[in-house]
């Protein structure tokens, strides 16, 4: 073998180490880009789920099981959330208000990942739905925040419940 050949052989060596690193960088990225979006889904998912059990519960607590036709009948802003600290007694829309971790564990386990998360109901003007009210209103708001310590995106979403009377 000559010393063109020779050199030839350690260029196409070369070549192909490099064609491998790259091929080898880029599924890397796709894998942390894939992990990264299950994760992501998996947090939309957990929010959504949490959203949709508060909405299946009671506007408030007075109207649980009675019809209330005055806004100073509803629980006050003040007092939002569990009426006896019991996360497995979740009856009404605003005892949804303060539950970290679903108020239920430290942290909740989907597909082995480990996800946190924070909710705040308040009572909202249907002028500013950005907002909160300090007085009690027909209308409230769900805020539901997950996250995943290793993934430095939080998923925060909202929810409005309306209570109508005729």
Known sequence: MGTGQTLLTIGAIMLL???????????????????NTNIGLEEVSLATSI???????????????NTVNSTSQLTPPSALGQENNNPNDLNDFDDYNGLNNHGLVDTVNVSTRIYID??????VDPSNLEGTSSVATWH?????????KDV???VKMHALFSYWYF
């Open 17 to 35: 180490s490099t064609v491998i690193l790259t091929v080898n960088r880029s599924l890397n990225t796709n894998s942390q880009v894939l992990l």
């Open 51 to 65: 959203i949709e059990e508060a909405q299946g519960k009671a506007f408030d607590e007075n109207t649980y099981q």
């Open 118 to 123: 924070s909710t705040r109901v308040c009572y």
């Open 140 to 148: 409230k708001r769900l805020d539901v925040w997950v996250w995943n």
């Open 152 to 154: 430095p995106d939080t």
